[in-house]
């Protein structure tokens, strides 16, 4: 039986960037949630790929005076409203080429408008934000990626809680150490 925790609720969305279904990311990131439900936090999942998400058009609408977000008036508006409502963010992606994955490319790039015209972030709370990756790469080869990853969520005022990875295509197993420390993160939000 889970005790739930007492005290503030966090509202913990977890965005995918992976197109599989039942990727080795969403393993990781579900096992994150169910920590953070169990602790009574509500939680919301998004699949990028089932979304039409337009990539950012540079037009610089977003910076040109406060107050105003990106204008394009499509889902991936919706997932940076979402993103913006959250207090704790767990983005997951594969790595692909090197890089996250088209999907969360297309996601993170939209975050061009929380900045201002001098890139300063116009996120006014702070919030926080756990990095789940799934490569099949070896362990530590991708490292440098996430550290970007984690600079530009520390920008924008989410605390870096720290990644989960799973390396050299290993699917992430019911009980095994990774999954153990993706359900204590969530639920020791």
Same mark, same amino acid.
């Given at each position: 039986?889970?005790?739930?925790? #007492? ?24 096992? *994150? ?9 509500? #939680? ?5 790929? =089932?979304?039409?998400? #337009? +990539? ?9 005076? +406060?107050?105003? /977000?990106?204008?394009?008036? &499509? ?5 940076? &409203?979402? #993103?913006?409502?959250? =207090?704790?963010? *767990?983005?997951?992606? +594969? ?15 939209? /975050? ?11 996120? &006014? ?27 530009? $969520?520390?920008?924008?005022? $989410? ?8 390396? =050299?295509?290993?699917? +992430? ?17």
């Amino acid at each position: 039986m889970v005790t739930l925790k #007492t005290g503030v609720k966090l509202k913990v969305l977890a965005v995918s960037g992976s197109p599989r279904i039942k990727s080795n990311t969403e393993i990781i990131l579900f096992s *994150v949630l169910k920590g953070a439900e169990d602790a009574g936090h509500p #939680t919301e999942f998004i699949k990028l790929n =089932d979304l039409e998400i #337009t +990539p950012c058009q540079a037009c610089n609408f977003c910076r040109e005076e +406060p107050g105003h /977000w990106c204008k394009l008036n &499509d889902d991936g508006k919706k997932v940076l &409203d979402k #993103t913006l409502d959250c =207090d704790v963010l *767990v983005f997951g992606s +594969p790595i692909y080429m090197g890089g996250i994955s088209a999907q969360a490319k297309a996601y993170i790039d939209r /975050w061009y408008s929380f900045k201002d015209k001098n890139r300063i972030t116009k996120l &006014d709370r702070d919030r926080k934000v756990i990095g789940v990756y799934a490569q099949g790469a070896k362990d530590g080869t991708y490292h440098r990626l996430f550290e970007t990853n984690e600079r530009l $969520f520390n920008s924008n005022n $989410f605390a870096y809680l720290g990644s989960l990875v799973t390396a =050299d295509y290993e699917v +992430p197993l019911e009980g095994s150490k990774l999954l153990k420390k993706a359900y204590s993160m969530g639920f020791d939000l």
